[in-house]
């Protein structure tokens, strides 16, 4: 069963605000990855992490930024929370030997006011 | 055109019998594909794998692959009530690429009872 964990689970916010969801994964995995949804749409890869102090931006133009000080922790931070960002974000890692699968936590359902 | 395509369904098939889901790519060198699983306000979660042509059978379900149609496929056979859910189709390719996984918007199932 996969160790991967995030927080908050739901957050209502104001617009402006700074927040961070934070994801941690007990596996040892290397890569990391954030992704977005919206309800009946696809997931958009807006992060990854090869490794420690590893960070790459996604497919998707996102104004998060994310860090990766430590295997296990992959945080991601919105400066100044806008009504936009509003969505589903979900955290996975895959394994070293990368065979494909991502692991998922249970995301965070953001809504911003 | 998305580089992952899925019809969005809803797919409604009785209990027991069999649910085909499709799914096209838009990118040649793509290496391995996937099939997720997402309950309602879950995240997704890893049904099946296939890297080569052909038939890959896995209980209930066999995904089929065919690179030169560029084409996917999951078959659920003995189709659940609690099969029911959106089924995700996702695409890895090599290189830089590679390190990323690209999801389709997937196929909502509903099995009745």
């Known amino acids: 069963e996969a160790d991967i964990y995030q927080t908050p689970r739901y957050l209502v916010i104001g617009t402006g605000k700074k927040i961070t969801l934070e994801c941690s994964q007990t596996m040892g995995h290397d890569k990391m990855y954030w992704y977005q949804q919206d309800p009946g749409m696809e997931l958009h890869l807006i992060h990854y992490?090869?490794?420690?102090?590893?960070?790459e931006k996604g497919d998707l133009s996102s104004e998060s930024t994310v860090s990766r000080i430590r295997t296990e922790h992959f945080p991601l931070t919105l400066e100044s929370a806008r009504p936009s960002h509003t969505s589903q974000y979900l955290c996975?890692?895959?394994?070293?030997?990368?065979?494909?699968?991502?692991?998922f936590g249970e995301g965070s359902r953001l809504t911003v006011l | 055109q998305k580089e992952v395509e899925q019809n969005s369904g809803p797919l409604s098939v009785p209990e027991g019998a069999i649910a085909s889901l499709n799914c096209t790519y838009s990118?040649?060198?793509?290496?391995?594909f996937f099939w997720y699983r997402q309950y309602s306000g879950k995240s997704p979660e890893l049904i099946m794998f296939?890297?080569?042509?052909g038939d890959k059978e896995d209980g209930r379900f066999t995904a089929q692959l065919n690179k030169a149609s560029q084409y996917v496929s999951l078959l659920i056979r003995d189709s659940q009530p609690s099969d029911s859910a959106t089924y995700l189709c996702?695409?890895?390719?090599?290189?830089?690429?590679?390190?990323?996984?690209?999801f389709g918007a997937g196929t909502r199932l509903f099995v009745k009872a």
């Open positions: 990118d040649r060198g793509s290496q391995s």
């Open positions: 996702a695409v890895k390719g090599v290189g830089t690429g590679g390190f990323k996984t690209i």
């Open positions: 992490s090869y490794g420690v102090n590893s960070t």
């Open positions: 296939i890297y080569s042509n």
């Open positions: 996975a890692s895959s394994a070293n030997r990368d065979t494909g699968e991502l692991f």
